[in-house]
């Protein structure tokens, strides 16, 4: 009850905030969304503009309370951390905040093989074929192969060569594998509970005018894992 009660304050600060930039809202389709009394919806949002207003712009809408898959690294935030957890968000552990910067440079790119020196990709990528990516001029790419400490094969070559902007020698990052068994789990409890989960796909916000390549994992949940959901529904806005 007392977490009820907090949610339903936050959410009014949160909507009062928004009031304050934008004096006027409108909402499209809210005839559409499934009843909350008996169906569990999954709200698909892009483009993903504003990590604080985007969340509050749907749940004002929602007519429901909905659980948005939120970066690990927000919510081990104070203030940010508490507020997403009154909201019921669901912590998510991304690969890129997770990077750490690769000893050595690459002084080599040809198709997809990469060259470095002074490099150690074997300790570095020890966790075996296509587990872990590296990050080239803010690119990454899987590695499927480690052939030594200083050469290695990824799964694509970058997509018209090497980016003007980028000199040799480069310093690179290195980016786990991250499991989401966890997520996955927490967002099947949510469904399987006749819940509702928001995700932004495109995996962060940004300004563009398009869409950044979207992630797969919202399909995932949708089929969410091993028990059929006959009654959960997938709810985009804009453009998905």
Known sequence: MLLAVGRWIVLRLLSLCLAIFFRET????????????????????????????????????????VGFLTAAVSMRRLVVGTLARLLNSIPVERAQDMAVKGVGTVVSVSGSRIVGEGTRFVADFPQGRDAMSIVLDGEAYVVTEVICDTELIVAHEPPGGLPNSLSLPATYKILPKVDQAVVYEAVYNVLHAGGAVGIFPEGGSHDRTTLLPLKAGFTIMALVKRNPLPNATSTGKNRM
Request: aromatic share 8%; hydrophobic share 45%; charged share 20%.
């Open 26 to 65: 409108a909402a499209f389709g809210e005839d559409r969304l499934p009843d909350a009394r008996t169906s569990s919806v999954i709200f698909v949002c892009a483009p993903h503009a504003n990590q604080f207003m985007d969340p509050v712009m749907v749940m004002r809408h929602a007519g429901r309370p």
